[in-house]
T-cell receptor, first 113, second 113 residues
Framework: GENVEQHPSTLSVQEGDSAVIKCTYSDSASNYFPWYKQELGKGPQLIIDIRSNVGEKKDQRIAVTLNKTAKHFSLHITETQPEDSAVYFCAAKWRGGTYKYIFGTGTRLKVLA | GAGVSQTPSNKVTEKGKYVELRCDPISGHTALYWYRQSLGQGPEFLIYFQGTGAADDSGLPNDRFFAVRPEGSVSTLKIQRTERGDSAVYLC???????????FGQGTRLTVV
């Protein structure tokens, strides 16, 4: 069935340290993997994405890596800042006939000043 | 508009009542999604529109839930005979096609009392 597992559920890091969030997907046909940041009371905001023909993508302090063979993808945030504190969701685009996204359960990141 | 707009932002209704939630997608976006997010959980897929038609409504929990998009832009999610278990944040997202990045609105928080 369609499933995305996300770990850890909570993560606390010191300001300036790196944070890594990992996801595993079940549908081998998935070819698009976005990451969303959600702040309290707001909708999810797209922060970075990666397609299956690429192994890594970077945008300033954030990067995403994809291992298609293992069906793993990860979000890396370097030089964390207090404003990075939020809930992060990974997602995989389900290709079983439609374009719906399957989301992970979220990671609450807390950056300690 | 500049982003996905959802109205109302908050809705409190009595058990058994009918509610309508509105989504205004980004102008020109043909794909539209409805998701439901319970506290502490990731968004859960409800329905996906491509243009005016529902391409995938497999996530609608039961026949009390219905969504329309008559002109291929604005969409309305309709819930009949609301139950306390329907309380959640209802999120709408749109993308320029089914195969491109999706952008979310701020959500409608529905509370059934």
């Amino acid at each position: 069935g369609e499933n995305v597992e996300q770990h850890p559920s909570t993560l606390s890091v010191q300001e300036g340290d790196s944070a890594v969030i990992k996801c595993t997907y079940s549908d081998s046909a998935s070819n698009y993997f976005p990451w969303y940041k959600q702040e309290l009371g707001k909708g999810p905001q797209l922060i970075i994405d990666i397609r299956s023909n690429v192994g890594e993508k970077k945008d300033q302090r954030i990067a995403v890596t994809l291992n298609k063979t293992a069906k793993h993808f990860s979000l890396h945030i370097t030089e964390t800042q207090p404003e990075d504190s939020a809930v992060y969701f990974c997602a995989a685009k389900w290709r079983g006939g439609t374009y719906k996204y399957i989301f992970g359960t979220g990671t609450r990141l807390k950056v300690l000043a | 508009g500049a982003g996905v707009s959802q109205t109302p932002s908050n809705k409190v209704t009595e058990k058994g009542k009918y509610v309508e939630l509105r989504c205004d997608p980004i102008s020109g976006h043909t794909a539209l999604y409805w998701y439901r997010q319970s506290l502490g959980q990731g968004p859960e897929f409800l329905i996906y529109f491509q243009g005016t038609g529902a391409a995938d409504d497999s996530g609608l929990p039961n026949d009390r839930f219905f969504a329309v998009r008559p002109e291929g832009s604005v969409s309305t999610l309709k819930i009949q005979r609301t139950e306390r278990g329907d309380s959640a944040v209802y999120l709408c997202a749109s993308s320029s096609s089914g195969d491109t990045e999706a952008f979310f609105g701020q959500g409608t928080r529905l509370t059934v009392v």
